[in-house]
C-alpha cells in the first residue's frame, strides 16, 4: 500500500522531503482522504521514527507488489536516519539499505533518493561528518539526473558547501557565490530553486562575500515567492524583506512585506513595530489589535529596532534544517 497524498504532503512540510516515485501526488495533496490509520509516512511526517519503522516493517512483511515494496524500504531507511537514540549502527544499517535499493535498480526514483540520503548521512548525521564524500556523492548524482528533484536537492547542498568552506581566502569565496549563481538556470524544481534564493540571499549580505545587498534582497523577495510553508519562517521572510528593502530606501517593496505581515499576522508582537516602520515608508495603516488581543490598538511605544532584524530576532540561515 502507497502512501496517501495527504501523508506525503506532510512528509515533504515536515521533512522537506517527497516520497518517490510518485512525486506529483504530493503537488495535490487534497485530491485524496487521508487514510483511516496512520501509515509509516504520516509517522514520519511527525518524526516519530520508530512509530514509522515499525509501520514499514510490517507492511513489507505482507506486501507482494516489487514496486511498493521498494518504497516502503526507503521509508524504512529514511526513518532509521531520525531513530533515537542516534548511533552509528543506525546510520550504517540506513546506508545498507540505500546501497541495496540503488544495487537493485540504480536508475528509478527510489533510487535517485537513496544516492541523496547517503550523501546526507554523510554530510550531516555522523557524529564525524565527512563532507568530502557528501561533496563527490551530491555531485555525481546532479551529473547523472541533473532534472530530478533529489538531484537539484543535493547540488543545493554541494553548492553551499563550497562557499562557506572554511579557511578559504575571500577571493575564492566570492568566484564560489558568482559560480553559485550561474547554478540558477539549472535549478527549475520549487523546493531546491527556493532554498537556493534563500542560502544566496544570507551569503549576499555577508562582507566576507562582497557584502551586496540589493542582490541580497532580491534573492529573499524570489525565494518568497517560490512560497515559504512554515508559518514562522513565512513571517520572519516577509520582515526580513520588508526591513531590507527600507534600509536601501525601496520604500514600495517595503511597504508592500509590511503589509502582508500586519494582515497575515496580526497577533505577532512584531506587528506594532511593523506598522511604525511602515508608516515610516509612507504607508498609510491604521494601528494593529494589540498582542493581548483585546480589540483595541495597542498604545505601546514601539521598542527601538534595527532595520536588518526585528525583534524578536530572525533566525539566521535555513542552510541545515533538522531533517534528514
Avoid at 526591513?243 to 512585506?257: H, R, S, T, V, W
Wanted: with cysteine; charged share 25%; net charge neutral.
Amino acid at each position: 500500500m502507497t502512501p496517501s497524498r495527504n501523508g506525503l504532503h506532510a512528509l515533504l512540510l515536515a521533512l522537506q522531503i517527497v516520497h518517490v516515485p510518485i512525486l506529483a501526488l504530493a503537488q495535490n495533496p487534497a485530491a485524496t482522504p487521508a487514510p483511516a490509520t496512520p501509515s509509516g509516512w504520516d509517522f514520519a511526517s511527525r518524526i516519530l521514527a520508530d512509530e514509522a519503522i515499525r509501520d514499514f516493517q510490517a507492511r513489507a512483511r505482507v506486501e507482494k507488489d516489487p514496486a511498493v515494496l521498494r518504497e516502503l524500504r526507503l521509508g524504512e531507511a529514511v526513518a532509521l536516519i531520525n531513530s533515537q537514540p542516534k548511533s552509528e549502527e543506525k546510520l550504517d544499517e540506513a546506508a545498507r539499505k540505500f546501497d541495496a535499493l540503488i544495487a537493485d535498480n540504480g536508475k528509478d526514483d527510489i533510487a535517485i533518493a537513496a544516492r541523496y540520503y547517503k550523501a546526507r548521512i554523510a554530510q550531516r548525521h555522523r557524529y564525524t561528518p565527512d563532507e568530502k564524500e557528501a561533496a563527490r556523492l551530491y555531485k555525481e548524482l546532479f551529473a547523472d539526473h541533473p532534472d530530478h528533484l533529489f538531484a537539484q536537492l543535493g547540488m543545493v547542498k554541494y553548492t553551499m558547501m563550497r562557499i562557506h568552506e572554511p579557511g578559504i581566502p575571500a577571493a575564492d569565496r566570492a568566484a564560489r557565490l558568482a559560480e553559485a549563481e550561474e547554478l540558477l538556470p539549472k535549478i527549475t524544481n520549487r523546493l531546491p530553486r527556493r532554498d537556493l534564493h534563500a542560502e544566496l540571499g544570507f551569503a549576499w549580505l555577508h562582507a566576507s562575500m562582497g557584502g551586496n545587498r540589493e542582490k541580497a534582497l532580491a534573492h529573499f523577495v524570489e525565494q518568497n515567492k517560490l512560497g515559504i510553508q512554515r508559518y514562522s519562517a513565512r513571517a520572519d521572510s516577509l520582515l526580513r524583506i520588508a526591513n531590507l528593502a527600507k534600509e536601501l530606501g525601496k520604500n514600495d517593496i517595503a511597504i508592500a512585506f509590511y503589509s502582508r505581515f500586519i494582515k497575515e499576522y496580526p497577533r505577532d508582537a512584531r506587528n506594532y513595530t511593523a506598522v511604525v516602520l511602515a508608516r515610516e515608508c509612507g504607508a498609510v495603516i491604521e494601528a494593529p489589535v494589540d498582542a493581548a488581543g483585546a480589540g483595541t490598538p495597542s498604545t505601546a511605544t514601539p521598542a527601538a529596532v534595527p532595520v536588518q532584524a526585528p525583534a524578536p530576532a530572525i533566525p539566521p540561515s535555513p542552510a541545515a534544517p533538522s531533517q534528514p
